[in-house]
């Protein structure tokens, strides 16, 4: 990939707000831009499962300019394609208006939209001064967003979270969308609720922000999205035009896999079970699928988190597969995952040669529900993909409300966690 100089171009040229979204096909349910996570293999097996739009992971734009080597790991020719990835949005971390123009050149031919993030909390986002801190510089976010807007021929969205003050949360959104951005996601949490503060997602300040704001302003809403039926809860209760879910989709990726029926919820008959939460080896099968026809560097050096995340409550119980997972370096093959896949599906076989566990093979309603979105907890068997409920002070709670025992995967996990 070769850098051209930027070419200015009227914003009045491109498609604004509403008529873009509609032309990329008005989605609904969308997958985040995760690190190390949102890449292409992962990208085309949530497709294949209803996601209707995509980020990839954040890329840095400086890096993604100036050093080839991570240009090419990122981001190459199949990404963007246009009969397997797309519609796609790429999202860039910057704090140099022009640095980021240039790494926005470089994709704007393979990609719909170009997103600035304005949400990483970490540490490396706070020295790197990016993502959320840029919060606190209101004139260089108007810099970032509008230099694209005036001179990208696509496109220009941002990712926010919000502020403990709805009003400012107001205030900082109208001030995102005069500098152009055309779409808006808005993750419900404050730059604070991050690691064991996460919390839940504030889905009130999203419903106010779409109350204030033009019918015409696209506006995401993202957090608190476990179970497919959330995502309807969610539209319902925040008018938003979509859906966006990160940690939901890393557990089971066949989260997005119904139509939006505005159904309240969804009866888990046995049909809909294979459908809504799949057992781990079909799902692993597919992964493999995806990842051995996809040659590039990140969706390789995503694969150890993924089959963490997948396998999770499986991986408590068959611990040889979890040293094999575990194992996983950078000089792992595909023959490594094809051996894990095969492993795995050798265990779910012989799981259900044995007439008793068809049994057992049902989700159960649990007995607690959330505050906010009135989701109802289910019991999935260790065999199925399933949500995943975050450590809070040391206890596993779901929704805030429901402690967990925590398992010998966490470690496992918060390591892969911590590289992202
Ligand atoms: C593994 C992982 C990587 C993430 N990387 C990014 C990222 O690159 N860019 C971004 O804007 N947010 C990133 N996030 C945040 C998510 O996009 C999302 O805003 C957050 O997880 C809340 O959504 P959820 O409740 O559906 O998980 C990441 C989250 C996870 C779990």
New binding site residues.
């Given amino acids: 990939m070769t850098l051209s100089a930027p070419a200015a171009l009227s914003p009045a040229a491109k498609l604004s707000g509403r008529a873009f979204y509609e032309s990329i096909g008005s989605p609904k349910k969308i997958v985040?831009?995760?690190?190390?996570?949102s890449e292409l293999a992962w990208r085309k097996l949530s497709r294949r499962l209803g996601a209707d739009l995509c980020y990839t992971?954040?890329l840095h734009a400086r890096l993604f300019v100036t050093q080839e080597k991570y240009r090419n790991a990122m981001f190459d020719a199949l990404d963007g394609h246009s009969n397997t990835d797309r519609p796609l949005i790429v999202?860039f971390c910057a704090n140099e208006p022009d640095m980021l123009l240039q790494a926005a050149k470089l994709v704007e031919n393979q990609c719909d939209a170009v997103d600035l993030?304005l949400?990483?909390p970490q540490n490396i986002a706070r020295r790197g001064h990016y993502g959320s801190f840029l919060q606190d510089d209101w004139d260089l976010i108007y810099k970032l967003i509008n230099n694209l807007h005036v001179n990208l021929s696509i496109p220009v969205t941002a990712?926010i979270r919000i502020f403990p003050s709805r009003e400012k949360t107001l205030a900082y959104a109208r001030h995102v969308l005069s500098a152009g951005a055309q779409i808006l996601t808005v993750?419900g949490?404050t730059r604070e609720m991050k690691g064991q503060q996460t919390g839940l997602?504030d889905w009130k300040v999203i419903r106010f922000l779409r109350e204030q704001l033009p019918p015409e302003t696209v506006i995401f809403a993202?957090?608190?999205?476990l179970y497919h039926e959330d995502i309807n809860r969610c539209l319902k209760f925040t008018g938003v035009d979509a859906v966006?879910?990160?940690?939901?989709?890393?557990y089971n990726p066949a989260i997005f896999v119904k139509p939006i029926t505005y159904k309240e919820a969804i009866p888990v008959d046995c049909e809909s079970m294979e459908e809504l939460f799949p057992r781990v080896d079909r799902i692993l099968r597919e992964y493999f699928e995806f990842l051995k026809d996809t040659p590039a560097e990140a969706s390789h050096s995503a694969a150890k988190s993924h089959l963490f995340r997948l396998l999770r409550p499986f991986l408590s119980q068959h611990t040889a597969v979890r040293a094999e997972v575990a194992a996983i370096n950078r000089n792992s093959t595909i023959d490594d995952f094809r051996m894990i896949t095969e492993h795995v599906e050798e265990i779910v076989r012989d799981l259900f040669a044995d007439d008793n566990v068809k049994e057992k093979d049902i989700i159960r309603r649990s007995d607690q529900s959330s505050d906010q979105s009135g989701a109802e907890y289910k019991d999935v068997p260790y065999w199925r993909v399933q949500p995943y409920f975050r450590p809070v002070n040391g206890q596993i709670l779901f929704g805030g409300k429901r402690p967990l025992e925590e398992d010998k995967n966490d470690n496992e996990e918060r390591k892969e966690?911590k590289k992202?």
């Fill in positions: 985040a831009p995760m690190v190390d996570q992971p954040m999202q993030n949400g990483c990712k993750h949490r997602a993202n957090g608190n999205i966006m879910s990160a940690e939901g989709n890393l966690q992202t």
